[in-house]
Structures are given as C-alpha cells and as structure tokens.
C-alpha cells in the first residue's frame, strides 16, 4: 500500500462514526469502483467545498445566494424561531416534517467545563430576529443532557421579562418504548413532566 492511499485511510478513518477497518474497506471499494465511486464523490466534494455556505441569519449549511433555502422559504412561519445546539439537529427536525417554522443554530451548549459561555449562544442575533419578526414563541430543541439542560434553563431565563412564550420539547417515554428498559433519567423526566 502506497502513502497516498494509506494517507487517504488515515483522513477517512477520522470522520465521525468510523474507523481504521472501515476507512480501509471505504477506500477498497471507491478504488476498485473509480468510475462509479470515486470520480463521483470527488466531484461532488469539490462542489460542496465551493458551494456551502453558512446562513447569515440562522447558521444553517446550504448552498445559496444571500440566505438558506429555511431562510428564504415565504411559506415558513417566521413569527416561531425553534433552537437547536447542530445542524445535524436542524436536519433531523425538518426530516420529521413536523416544523414550519424558522430555526436559530446555537453552535454549541453552555459548559463550564470546556468554557464555554453565554456568547456561543448568539441570543443578541436571536433578539434582533425576534424583534424584527415579531416572534410570538421560541421553541427550545436541546439534548436532554446536563448541557442541554442548562442551555434551555438559560435561554427561558434571557427571554423571561420578554413577550414570547418559550416552550421545550418533551422528554420522557418514547413511543413503543418498555418501562422495564428505560434508564432512571428517562423515567424521571417523564414524570416529572407528566400532564
């Protein structure tokens, strides 16, 4: 093995949710199907780096002109911001269809830890937007971590002497799930948060 292809396995084997082996079968598989795999995935990662972009307003990743296609959607609702910590986040939401509203990427969550503070949130861009807008609420969609958590806690505190609802998403029992394999916290949320 030459040090190009075992360079190639080495930046492979570091993207999320891989490894050295499964690099290793990747770059086997783009190599012996070059025309099929590897010139099409090298044109289309050409495009991207040249194309995407970050959303001026809600730091949503697209390939656009001024903002993201969200953004630019007349038929969203634009008086309901909902906020997630990732564009992973965002893209899981607008999956479900659920959502017509518009979104505010955080960027992160609140950790005293790996210092991070109140200023990753951007909630002076999220005021301007709700004023701007006339935003009637702002829907919280964190991670029900310890983070998470105190992401939400701080942002329902920010907006508070506001005239915007804040509303979080449930946390508890999923659909289908059994109470005997539940962990302690799920169990707890979902009575804490019984109705």
């Known amino acids: 093995m030459g040090p190009d292809i075992e360079t190639l396995i080495q930046k492979i084997s570091r993207l999320p949710g ?58 969203r609702r634009n008086d309901i911001i909902c906020v997630v910590e990732s564009v992973a986040d965002l893209w899981a939401i607008e999956r479900t269809s659920c959502f017509r509203g518009m979104y505010h990427v955080l960027g992160g969550l609140l950790s005293s830890i790996e ?22 609420e702002i829907v919280i969609a964190l991670s029900a971590t310890v983070e998470g958590q105190t992401t939400d806690h701080y942002i329902k505190n920010f907006f508070g002497n506001r005239d915007i609802k804040t509303t979080s998403l449930a946390h508890g029992i999923p659909m289908g799930g059994e109470l005997d394999y539940l962990d302690d916290g799920t169990l707890f949320a979902a009575f804490s948060a019984r109705g």
């Not at 290793?24 to 995407?52: A, G, Q, Y």
């Not at 390939?63 to 296609?69: A, E, G, H, L, V």
């Open 18 to 75: 891989l490894g050295p082996r499964s690099a290793r079968r990747i770059v086997i598989h783009m190599i012996k199907n070059r025309d099929i795999s590897l010139e099409p995935l090298l044109t289309s990662i050409s495009r991207v780096f040249k194309n995407v972009k970050v959303c001026p307003i809600c730091a949503n990743i697209d390939t656009f002109d001024d903002i993201c296609s969200i953004c630019s959607d007349r038929t």
């Open 115 to 136: 210092g991070r503070g109140p200023e990753v949130l951007m909630l002076d861009k999220l005021t301007q937007r709700c004023n701007i807008n006339g935003v009637i």
